[in-house]
C-alpha cells in the first residue's frame, strides 16, 4: 500500500483531495476498486465519476469539480505508467538451471542466468547475465543472447542468431528460419541456401508466433527499440530501423527496408525490396508496392497517399449511390 | 460393423433397402467405399448414384429412383454426423504423468490426467479431471484448466491463465503473452506492463498457431462454445461472445467486443474497441473500423453493408467497361 | 579457397581476367568482399564497378569493358547458385539419439537418424535414413517421414501424418491439426470429427509457423516440390500440387485445389472448394472466390484478371482525380 501523496510526489503532481488514502494498485478506469488507482486523460474526463477508484490522474488543467481525490500531472497516460512501475514487477525465476534442461557443449552462461524445464542450448551459444530462456524455448548453435534478455517458453532460435540485451521475446516466434528463396530450373523449384543469420538489436520486444528469417547474405536486422506485434513475417534482408511500430499479422517480404520510427497498422504487407522512410504511417490492411516518402500516411490497396485514397473512396461511394437513385442496378 | 437397420434406429431414420448390411465406417461421397456409409443433403443429390458408398443418408423428402440403400432422416448433415460418433471416437492417450514430464511444486492434478514427454506444468498449476496435456506444452504458474480439456503439442500457456472444461487448444497455440501496449516518449516506445490475464470458457476450440494476448488490466475473454480457427490474433482486452465462429487468419486489436453467435469469414482485421453485434456477419477480408450491428453482414475495405459494397463493385466494373469501349485506357 | 579457373571450370564459364585468383566464398553484390565471388544480370551489370567482389559472373552477351574477373556463362543466376553450393553446405547434426530425446514403443527408427534435445516420437512412427528431427519437435504416433528430411526444432507433427523423403519443415509448424469444421444446431458448434490425415510429398519445403489441417476424410495433400513460406494456412482437404510456390501469409479454405505450378503471392486468401488451374499466377493481396483458368494472372478483391482489375483500378483513379479539380470533395 502506498499512499496518494506519497505516489503524487513520485509522479511530481499534485494532490486534491484525501492524500492520506491508501492504494492498492493500478487498473483501468471502469476495473479500478475503490483502493485503487486510475487515470483519465481529456477524452474520459467526462467519466470520471463512474469509476470507483480511489484517486484518479488527471491532467493540470482539469478545473471541473469531481468527488474523487486526483493527482494533478502534465501527462496523465505517462504518470499512469510510471506509477503501474510502482505496483506491478514482471515475476522473473530465480537464476539456476533447471535439471530438466539441456546445455550443449561450450556454452557460455553469464552471472544470473535462469534456463527454464526441458529448454535446449546448443552448443557454443552465449548468453548474457540474468537473461531467462523459459521452458522448451530452443537456442541454436552459436547464438549470442545479451543480458537482461527474456525468451519465453518454446520460442526457436536458429543457428548463428544474435540477440541484444532487455530484448523480449514471446512464445512460439522463431528467429532464424531460413528466407524463401529458390531458383526455377525447367518447372523444378532449386533451394538458394540461406547462409545469412539475424540481428536483433537491444530493447525489441517480438510477440508470439513471429517469423523472422535469416538472410540469404549478410544479415536480417531489427534495429534497437522495435516492438513487432504478433504472427508477423519478416523476410529475409529485411532491414528494420530502431523504435519502429509493427502491429498484429503484417508482413514484409525480401529485402524492405524500414527505416526508424515508422508505424505500421495491422494486416499490411509491402513488397520485396520497397523503403519506407522515416516516421511514415503505413494504414492497416495496406498493400505497399511502391517506396513511401518520410512523413507520408499511405493507405490502400495499393497503398497510396492517404488523402488520394480517402478520395477515392469518397468518389466510390457517391456514384454507387447516385446510380441507385437514377436506375435500378 | 454395424448393421444399416441399427444405424437407422439410433438416428431415427428410415431405411430404404438393405437394412441388414453391414457398415465399417463412414466417409465422404467421393472417398465413401463399398462398406462406408455417406450422406447427401439436396445439393448433393444428383451425384447419388456416382458414390460407391454401402448406403446414403439422404433428405426425408427425397423421393427419385435409386440403386443405393437409404436411410431418410429430418436433417442428413446432422444425422451423418451422429453416425460419425458412432465409428469414430478421438485416440486418448491413457492417463498417467511420463517420466520425463516436469511438474512443478503445488500442483494440482485431477483424476485421471494425462502428462506428456517434456511437457511442464509449473508451480501452483491446477488441471482438472481427465485433461491430456500433450508432449513439449508449457503449463505456466497458476494456470487453471477444467476438465476433459486437450491441449495438444507444443502449446504455450503464459502464467495465471485460465482455461475452461471441454476446451480444445491446438498445437503451437499461444495464451497470455503480453497485449502490444507502448507510451512513446522522445521518440522511444516503453512497455505499458500488462497486468491482466486470459479466460477461455468452457467448449471452446481454438487451432494452431493462434496468438490470443493477455489483458492491460482485467482479462481478455473467449467465450463458451467459441471456435476458433488456426493463425488467429486477439489482441489484449478483447472480449469475445458465446459461439462465435472466427475463421482463419482473422485478426482483432485491442479491447474489441464481439457479442454472441457472431460469424467471422477469414483473413478479417477489426479495428480496436470496435463492437460487433449478435449473430452479424464479417465477409473475408474485410477491414472492420465501425460497429457493426446486430444481424447485419459486412464486407469491403473499409467494410460497409453487404448490399453498398456490393453496388460500389459492380459501379465500378461498370464505368471501368464502358471507358474501354468508349476511350483507349 | 577454389580458384577462379577451377570454379569456371565447374560452372561452364569462360574465364576473363586473372584465373589463378583463390576465392573463399560467395556473397552478393553488395556485400562481397575482396576474396569472394558474386553474380550480375542483367539488371546489375551497371553496378559491376561498385562491388568488392574477387570476380563477377555475368551473362554470355555481356561486353563491356571491366575492371573486374568475369566467368561469363549462360545463366548467372543458375551459376552462382551452382557456386554457392560449391562452399556452403548446410550443417547437419551428427547421427544419434540425444538421451534426453523420447523415443514411444515400436517406434523405427532408420540408419544415421538423428533425434535432437527433448524432441518426442511418439508410438508406432517410423523415421526414414539420414533424417533430422531437432530439439522439442514433437512427432505423433504412427507418422511416416522418408529419409534425409529436416524437422526443425518445435515442430508439432501429429498422429498419422506422412512426410516424404527429402522434406524441410521449420520451426513452429503444426502439421495435421484439426480442420476447422461444425455443424450448427440451435445455436451451438458441434464438432465434425477429423478422421483424415495430411500427406506431404517429397522435395517439399515449409516456411515456420505454418498450419496444415488434416482431412475431415481422405487426406489433404501437399504435392512434390513445392514450397511454402511462413505463417500460412493450408486447411482440411486442401489438394496443393507439384512445384507451387505459396508466399507468406497466405490462406486458402477448405477443399481448395491448387494445380502444378501454380504461383501465390503474400497474404492471398483463396475460398473453399476452388480450383486454381496449372501455373496460374495469383497476386498478393487478393482474394480469390471464383475458379481460375490455367495460365491466368488475377489480382484484387475479389480478384479479376489482372488485366481488368489494372483498367478499374485506373479508372477510380481517374474519377476521383476529375472531381478533385472540378468541384470541391
Given at each position: 500500500m502506498i499512499s496518494v501523496s506519497e505516489i503524487a510526489g513520485r509522479l511530481k503532481g499534485e494532490v486534491i483531495g484525501a492524500g492520506d488514502k491508501e492504494i492498492r494498485g493500478v487498473n483501468s478506469l471502469d476495473l479500478a476498486g475503490p483502493d485503487e488507482l486510475t487515470f483519465a486523460d481529456k477524452n474520459y474526463l467526462s467519466r470520471?465519476?463512474?469509476?470507483?477508484?480511489?484517486c484518479v490522474i488527471v491532467p493540470k488543467e482539469f478545473a471541473g469539480p469531481s468527488s474523487k481525490t486526483l493527482i494533478k500531472v502534465e501527462n496523465p497516460k505517462e504518470a499512469f505508467l510510471a506509477a503501474l512501475y510502482l505496483f506491478y514487477r514482471p515475476e522473473k525465476p530465480g537464476p539456476g538451471i533447471h535439471p530438466s534442461a539441456v546445455i550443449g557443449e561450450n556454452v557460455k552462461l553469464g552471472q544470473g542466468v535462469a534456463v527454464g524445464p526441458c529448454a535446449v542450448i546448443e552448443e557454443g551459444a552465449e548468453i548474457g547475465d540474468r537473461t531467462v530462456i523459459e521452458a522448451g524455448a530452443v537456442v541454436g548453435k552459436r547464438v549470442r543472447i545479451g543480458s537482461d534478455t527474456v525468451i519465453h517458453a518454446n520460442v526457436s532460435l536458429y543457428h548463428d542468431v544474435r540477440i541484444g540485451s532487455r530484448v523480449i521475446l514471446h512464445s512460439g516466434t522463431v528467429i532464424?528460419?531460413?528466407?524463401?528463396g529458390f531458383v526455377e530450373k525447367d518447372g523444378i523449384q532449386i533451394k538458394i541456401p540461406q547462409t545469412g543469420i539475424v540481428i536483433v538489436e537491444d530493447d525489441v520486444e517480438i510477440g508470439s508466433n513471429v517469423s523472422v528469417d535469416r538472410a540469404t547474405f549478410g544479415a536480417t536486422v531489427i534495429g534497437k527499440g522495435t516492438k513487432i506485434d504478433n504472427i508477423i513475417q519478416i523476410a529475409h534482408n529485411c532491414r528494420i530501423g530502431q523504435n519502429v511500430i509493427i502491429a498484429g499479422q503484417s508482413g514484409m517480404a525480401g529485402g524492405v527496408v524500414i527505416e526508424d520510427n515508422v508505424i505500421i497498422a495491422a494486416q499490411v504487407g509491402i513488397k520485396d525490396h520497397v523503403r519506407v522512410g522515416k516516421r511514415a504511417i503505413i494504414a492497416a490492411k495496406s498493400a505497399v508496392k511502391d517506396d513511401v516518402p518520410p512523413g507520408a500516411t499511405v493507405i490502400g490497396i495499393?497503398?497510396?497517399?492517404a488523402r488520394v485514397t480517402a478520395k477515392e473512396w469518397a468518389t466510390l461511394a457517391r456514384l454507387a449511390k447516385k446510380r441507385a437513385v437514377g436506375k435500378p442496378a
Open positions: 470520471l465519476d463512474q469509476t470507483r477508484a480511489a532464424g528460419s531460413d528466407g524463401f495499393p497503398a497510396k497517399d
